[in-house]
């Protein structure tokens, strides 16, 4: 190590320049700066599962793509490496490092953390849209949401502004003794494209058309901007949820405020509450019991039940649609990531953490708080007690689910031919030892 400083700003799900507390801070006492971004948090498996199929894996390193020239236009270099910790000693010999990060939750990112953290560190916990703070995570979310309104109406609370900066040009080029892996080429098809840029103009499009439409078409199951898809940009930090507060601001002030503006707020409450749910919990959405002290569901692995419902054979056209939507394109509205998730638990009585990872594998927009939090929901291990079933055909009718069908199965829909009504109660009685 010699005296020459280095900021290394270590990239993982906060894939922008914009309101970004680590690379503001790295750069604030006009100091050289590296970038990393550490493509071993990309590797390994959950329960047979990949920890990031090619879907997101693709819109990752279209991100990390644009990113890195639009740094690399001011002279800073972005590096995406194999293995931090060595590529981090090696740059120890050379430099006096800084590691800049932005803390996440997730039981693999606080290991991960810890490799950040044998050196000298500043991190920054700006993952949610209102600043982190200590909650009930035996509350509901209703709970939280009662909470977060009156204290933002009286003052007790507030949005933070996005962080808004210019980066200057750095002038020195750096010799670095590390190499830049080259990112694989993937052949998947994406329905939206990573990148900051694009992160902005999805929601500038999106809000200057359906503001006020959302909320009568979040639940269709058909339909490309039935939804937002702001998901997609938030879930790799694209763009920042307070800068999605700020922009929805700003067309509620260029048109008016609406039950379906409010509701797009209401979406990312969701989403605040179920990243500080994980940290408080120091998380436990991951564990079989969730958030149940002295309690457990004995959930099967019955492995033919698995391997039917991956494979969209379930008998249930709308659940079977829905696998194969999810496996063909990195996505799928959420209300079928409900019903999903409801049959799969309340109607196979199978355990959610399988069905957590292979979501995990699949979906382009994962986040392990969302979807472990809304997994752990549907199986009575999060914060809600309240027993409920979706029932899949009359859902299916309810929000369209018949043109759906025909697209992703090429069939007509047609009623099941097993009474699947009558496998949730044996799972209620069997499993939840719910009588009632």
Not at 41 to 51: A, S
Not at 77 to 93: Q, R, T
Not at 169 to 194: H, Y
Request: net charge neutral; hydrophobic share 35%; aromatic share 14%.
């Amino acid at each position: 190590m010699n005296n020459e400083k280095l900021n290394i700003v270590v990239f993982r799900n906060n894939l922008r320049i914009d309101d970004n507390y680590a690379l503001f801070n790295a750069l604030e006492n006009k100091e050289n700066v590296l970038c990393l971004y550490p493509l071993e948090i990309l590797e390994g498996t959950n329960l047979g599962f990949k920890r990031c199929g090619n879907f997101r894996k693709k819109l990752i390193f279209q991100a990390i793509t644009q990113l890195k020239e639009s740094l690399n236009e001011k002279n800073i270099p972005f590096y995406c490496v194999k293995d931090i910790s060595s590529s981090l000693k090696a740059l120890f010999s050379d430099y006096s490092i800084k590691i800049f990060y932005e803390k996440e939750v997730g039981t693999q990112e606080l290991q991960f953390e810890q490799k950040l953290e044998n050196f000298h560190y500043e991190s920054f916990y700006k993952q949610t849209m209102i600043e982190a703070f200590d909650i009930d995570v035996s509350k509901s979310f209703s709970n939280f949401r009662n909470k977060v309104e009156k204290a933002l109406k009286t003052n007790k609370m507030q949005i933070q502004n996005p962080l808004e900066f210019e980066i200057q040009e750095q002038k020195e080029t750096l010799n670095l003794k590390i190499d830049d892996e080259k990112l694989e080429v993937l052949s998947e098809n994406l329905i939206l494209n990573g990148g900051e840029k694009e992160a902005f103009k999805r929601v500038d499009e999106y809000l200057s058309k359906y503001i006020h439409k959302y909320f009568d078409t979040r639940s269709l199951v058909d339909g490309f901007d039935n939804s937002t898809k702001f998901s997609i940009y938030l879930s790799i930090g694209c763009i920042s949820a307070r800068r999605v507060y700020q922009k929805l601001k700003e067309y509620e002030s260029k048109s008016y405020e609406s039950k379906s503006s409010y509701w797009i707020f209401f979406e990312l409450l969701w989403r605040d509450y179920f990243h500080l749910i994980m940290k408080q919990s120091s998380n436990k959405l991951f564990l079989k019991t969730g958030l149940m002290e002295n309690e457990s569901y004995d959930f099967s692995t019955n492995k033919q039940k698995l391997q039917e419902f991956f494979d969209a054979k379930t008998g249930i056209d709308i659940i079977d649609a829905g696998v194969v939507e999810l496996k063909t394109t990195g996505w799928v509205s959420n209300r079928l990531r409900q019903l999903l998730a409801s049959y799969f638990v309340k109607n196979l009585g199978l355990d959610f953490r399988y069905g957590a990872a292979f979501f995990q594998e699949y979906l382009l927009d994962f986040s392990c708080a969302s979807n472990y939090g809304n997994w752990a929901y549907q199986a009575g291990v999060g914060n809600d007690k309240k027993y409920r079933v979706f029932d899949p055909v009359k859902q299916s009718k309810v929000y369209k689910g018949k043109v759906y069908i025909k697209n992703f199965l090429n069939k007509e829909e047609t009623l099941p031919s097993f009474d699947y009504a009558k496998m949730a109660l044996k799972v209620k009685e069997e499993i939840f030892k719910n009588k009632d």
